[in-house]
């Protein structure tokens, strides 16, 4: 079974549509993580969730709406899509907060491209 | 504020030979540092990390790496390159400060070939 499964592998949309990519982690964590990874490979965290609230916010476009319905999802929605906004997104849980300092479990990555 | 820099984005050895990938630090604090490395098509995987204690810390498929503070390095070396290691490497550093906040700081990645 994948620990940390997100949905869809790849997404190809145009500019100004709205889209989803979902994550789901079967590992029983409190805490999960959005990371946005680009063209040039360079990782950036985009939002971090806790027991489904928001903890970290790193100055992300309000485009971008994730949103935790439970401790093991956290979605992610992206309205008015820019080309910019191409890139690969990876989702990640950690047992918790402070867990970042042991391990991250990522999923897969979902390929944006928004044309 | 934390960062880390990887040096050399490419880096190619043959099979067999040592692998040695850099990564240097900047921190206001001690640091903790991790490894990660992304096979293609995969998410990341810790291959190792150093947060307290011995400088010297022991990773997954024959990989280490040393904190030198001096140097403000942690590089991540193995003996001898496998097929199998061809993977996109991340160097990461954690802002470990109120908890609440951790997160991880990561390099640009060096992308490791391994010529037979």
């Known amino acids: 079974d994948t620990a940390v499964s997100q949905t869809p592998k790849y997404l190809v949309t145009q500019m100004g549509n709205d889209k989803s990519i979902k994550c789901e982690q079967n590992l029983g964590h409190d805490t999960m993580y959005w990371y946005k990874q680009d063209s040039k490979k360079f990782l950036k965290i985009m939002f971090s969730?806790?027991?489904?609230?928001?903890?970290i916010n790193e100055t992300v476009p309000n485009r971008f709406s994730p949103k935790s319905p439970d401790k093991a999802h956290l979605n992610l929605h992206i309205n008015s899509l820019e080309l910019g906004d191409s890139a690969v997104y990876f989702c990640?849980?950690?047992?918790?907060?402070?867990?970042?300092?042991?391990?991250?479990?990522f999923g897969s990555g979902t390929q944006l491209s928004v044309l | 504020a934390q960062s880390v820099t990887q040096l050399g984005s490419h880096v190619s050895v043959s099979e067999g030979a040592l692998v040695l990938l850099r990564c240097n630090y900047s921190s206001s604090v001690p640091p903790y540092l991790f490894w990660y490395v992304q096979y293609p098509n995969q998410g990341l995987q810790l291959l190792l990390k150093y947060t307290t204690g011995a400088t010297l810390v022991k990773g997954i498929n024959g990989f280490e790496a040393e904190f030198k503070k001096s140097e403000t390095s942690f590089h991540l070396t193995k003996p001898s390159a496998h097929m199998s290691d061809a993977a996109e490497y991340f160097c990461?550093?954690?802002?470990?400060?109120?908890?609440?906040?951790?997160?991880?700081?990561f390099g640009t990645g060096t992308l490791l070939a391994v010529q037979p």
């Open positions: 990461a550093v954690s802002d470990h400060g109120s908890g609440a906040t951790n997160k991880l700081m």
């Open positions: 990640a849980s950690s047992p918790s907060l402070g867990a970042v300092n042991e391990k991250l479990f």
């Open positions: 969730y806790n027991n489904k609230e928001l903890i």
